[in-house]
């Protein structure tokens, strides 16, 4: 209980584990049975939730050597872990924790193997129903329990050998019960080459088994009004009473039960004038969180399986793991905005599906590792910096990958592959249930040519200004003047909000010659030098600036130029070439987000798609809610969480 009343993150850890060992007291071998129902995707009515880990692998960006050595031994691996193997181990697993050392584990595992699959089928629903009807008891009878698990027992082995190894007729030395092993969760390889590709992969893992009553769902939950309508919030109905309320049949003033057809059926209710349609706020801003948007980073709020509609569970739960650096954590994010934005058109996948990203590090094969240890990327180095434990564990799996992917393929067949990396990957998609959330950053992009249109684009990590060679081509000739020296880099106006602490606006607007300049959404160090005095900034959400200045001197010699670098926090940024120099914009560091012939841009935090429907709900409240409602979704960030073991550990 000491745990409970620390801060969190331990606190919340810590509630978690006593929750855990609660329920496997009570029913032993409870939280086996449930895992390996979920994560290899075993039929169970009783317990109908299914898990998958979905890894993603950009091919341009992960070497093929790296991706063959992680396909080998997911391979390796589900070629053991089939269903009936997985169903034998529920079975033994749950009838050993139950019946202890009456349970003939050798003779019981046996029986299992030589058992049919329809056989096998049959015994494991009966263990389930049992364990599952146990465990939902508000106060279960542990001799019940064990009476039914004995009749299971006795079933598989017969009330003879039964009867032996309940009153010890066995040599325990000759019949040591076997390991149990727990299966590694079913993983999908998937090399990365759509912009759809997550949509798609995510749509086919909810359809399989749910499709027709995934569309009952949808159609259900546009009747209740639950759905976010494209154009009007709205729904015209034709009524056919006369508006009188002694023509109204009886009891038309009492609102029917939330399950009854009529709150189905019924998207607009005649009650004395227009019925306001209920909009659960945790729908449209699904990542929503109290209080007003500040600079310190949001951590520790894992998305727990619980119902985010009425009558609609979460029974599935997503894992998506991404290798690469930070330039795939990039097209995550485009991928992540992305699916956001669908579900404000169609919430299908959000009420059904819990969403959980999980990043590891592995550096493309253009970048050598010069000192044995190669160097990690920025949102990498941060996560280690927050959580201590992620550094030791995911970060130093990057080496290990890359020596597995240059040892040499063995031609022995029989050998066993070593599934090291895929016991880390569990491992950490696992216990990995602490997000730290980082904020993604939308930019607006404007060319030199007016007819193109300007371009919208987001980045996770970093935007780079680079000044072009090319100048912007004028309508007549201007010489210049002789001695008139120019200098390096380009004339730029800097507007940008300043980034403070009290929430205060405060705009600053700069004028400089400036040769390049940076964006980066992750602080370089714990501890960032901010005038006399250091400022921890590993929680702080801003942007980060760093501006290389051309400073002009005159001396007896002539004009000299030189660069200093100023730095600074802002929440937004403006930025326009004040002479005919153009720019080129690159974003999360990937060569195919590049941007040339740009004249001006702006850079904001990417607000949540779903705000924008909120502000439809606008008719039918007051006007003071509707004032509150509308500064609410203006100010909702879209931040993407990735899964750690602490989250921010302060």
Known sequence: MRLLTLPAPYCTVALDCAIRLKTETAVPGTLYQRLVIAEQNLPSELYPYQERVFLFVDPELVSPSVCSALLLEIQAAQ?????????????SHALQAALGEACHAGALQRKLQASPRR????????VVAAVEQMASEPSPSREGHLERLEEIYCSLLGPAAAARGRYGGHDALQDRPPS??????????????????????????????????????????DLQGLLPDRESARVSVLSTDSGIERDLPWGADEPPAPSSPEMEHAGLRRKGGIKK??????????????????????????????????????LHTARVLVLG??????????AYHSLRKR???????????????????????????????????????FLGRADPWYGSTVNTLCPAIHKLAAMPPSLDSSRTVDPFILDVITYYVRMGTQPVYFQIYTVKIFFSDLSQDPAEDIFLTELKVKIQD????????????RGVAEGPGAELSICYQKALLSHRAQEVTVSLRATGLVLKALPASDIEVSGPTHCPVTDYTCLNVSVTEVVKTSNLAGRSFSMVTNTFRTADIRIQSQDQRLLTLLLDK?????????????????????????????LWVSSHQQEMERTTAKCKPLLMPINTFSGIVQ
């Open 325 to 334: 650096d930070d330039r795939m954590l990039g097209r995550l994010a485009q």
């Open 590 to 618: 990937d060569s195919r987000r590049t941007f040339r012939d740009v004249v001006r841009f702006e850079v904001a935090p990417c607000p949540e798609p779903c705000s924008g429907t909120q502000k439809s709900k606008a």
């Open 180 to 221: 149990i092993p727990l299966p590694s969760p079913y993983i999908t390889f998937h090399l990365w080459t759509d912009e759809e590709q997550l949509w798609k992969e995510l749509v086919l893992f909810l359809r399989p088994r749910s499709q027709l009553r995934l569309s009952a769902d949808l159609e259900a939950l």
């Open 79 to 91: 070629e053991q872990q089939t269903p009936e193997a997985c169903m034998r181990h529920v079975v």
């Open 119 to 126: 056989a096998l089928e049959r015994y494991f629903h009966a």
């Open 277 to 314: 349609r209920a909009w659960p706020l945790d729908i449209l801003m699904l990542s929503s969180w109290d209080g007003p948007p500040g600079l310190h980073r949001r951590t520790g709020r894992p998305s727990g399986d619980g119902e985010l509609l009425p009558g609609v569970s979460r």
């Open 343 to 381: 579900e404000t058109q169609k919430f299908c996948l959000t009420p059904r599906l819990s969403l959980q990203l999980y990043y590891i590090p592995v550096l493309a094969p253009e970048k050598p590792a010069a000192s044995g240890q190669p160097e990690l990327g920025e949102l990498a180095t």
């Open 470 to 481: 090319s100048k912007l081509p004028k309508d007549g000739f201007s010489p210049r003047r």
